[in-house]
């Protein structure tokens, strides 16, 4: 029996990769790993991305099971779009810091506050959460989706503090109301890091990838002038791909979670990709190891269920958005 890669052992990487891949076939499953988790369980994925993207796929591809590498929240938002798939994560445990700081009661409790306001959610939040939402929003669309709601309504958004800050800079609207959640990540790329950084290789470029909490602070700062805006490049996941490939610089500086470098790296071995702070990675994207996708596609482990009025009211939320614009860059 296959046992998970030992970095030092390729054939054994590699009998693990093949009943990886054999057992997916035999359970009809389609594996999707996002961009943070760890560079194996990407490279044995059939699809990498973010978290939207993935989730847009997990109901497009015909398989009949989605074994979704990534948080909770995430395999929810696959299971909300594909109600009719299996979907498997192979650690139910892991979550999301930003995800989890509001519940749906603490939505309804905060609409109470604020009757008549139109209550908008990041995607980084769970199925129940967004049910009580009107729509959802990307760090790429948020400012779309807030100037799609009539001025005079008040807005309640959530639950990121920097991308709130961010839309409400951007949109110049006074009347965004704005959830204190953040992501525990992000604090490995506050703004003392990225300038220091920044000032400490004049010739790198900076990449900032808003995928994720983690690097929405990076977007605020940019947005406030930290850095110089010559030298910065915001872009989305596919956009920061294209970019490395076509970059000639020696170095390019990331501000996201790390598990990002190891795309960017494989598209241009000739520029250094280094990280903004090597410490940014979220414990729970690495929660899914090696064993644990071998054990959900051996043993059917890690089911995600989201009970059906629940999935209908979060669909909603999520439609309203893809409705009014498709995010451009960056899913979360
Ligand atoms: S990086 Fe932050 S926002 Fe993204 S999944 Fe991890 S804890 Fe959540």
């Not at 139109?118 to 009580?132: G, I, L, P, Q, W």
């Not at 520029?271 to 994207?285: D, I, L, Q, S, W």
């Amino acid at each position: 029996m296959a046992t998970a890669p030992a970095a030092a052992d390729p054939t054994t990487a590699r009998e693990w990769a093949e009943e990886v891949r054999r057992l997916a076939r035999s359970r009809d499953a389609v594996i999707l790993a996002h961009n943070y988790q760890r560079p194996e369980i990407q490279d044995v994925a059939d699809h990498t991305g973010d978290s939207l993207a993935l989730s847009r796929l997990a109901a497009e591809v015909d398989a009949s099971t989605i074994v979704f590498c990534g948080v909770h929240f995430m395999a929810e938002t696959a299971k909300i779009l594909a109600p009719q798939k299996t979907v498997l994560l192979p650690e139910l445990a892991a979550g999301c810091s930003l995800a989890d700081t509001i519940t749906a009661e603490d939505v309804r409790a905060w609409r109470a506050e604020h009757p008549g306001a139109v209550v908008v959610a990041y995607v980084n939040t769970s199925a129940a959460v967004k049910a009580e939402t009107d729509v959802c929003c990307t760090s790429s669309n948020a400012a779309d989706v807030i100037r799609s709601i009539p001025e005079d309504r008040e807005i309640l958004f959530l639950p990121d503090q920097f991308l709130g800050a961010h839309v409400k800079r951007v949109t110049g609207r006074d009347n965004i109301h704005v959830w204190m959640g953040e992501c525990h990540v992000h604090a490995g790329i506050d703004g003392h890091t990225l300038r220091e950084r920044v000032a400490a290789e004049p010739d790198a470029e900076l990449y900032v990838h808003p995928e994720c909490g983690c690097a929405t602070s990076a977007l605020y700062l940019v947005g406030s002038g930290a850095v110089p805006e010559d030298r910065v490049k915001v872009l989305s996941t596919g956009g920061m791909l294209s970019a490395a490939e076509k970059s000639s610089a020696s170095k390019v500086l990331i501000a996201t979670e790390t598990g990002m470098l190891h795309q960017l790296r494989a598209a241009n071995p000739a520029t250094a990709f280094e990280p903004v702070n090597p410490r940014a990675e979220c414990h729970y994207m690495k929660m899914i190891t090696a064993d644990k996708l071998l054990a959900t596609l051996r043993d059917g482990t890690g089911e995600i269920r989201v009970d059906d009025e629940t999935a209908a009211r979060a669909r909603r939320s999520v439609e309203r958005m893809v409705a009014i614009g498709t995010p451009s860059r960056g899913g979360e």
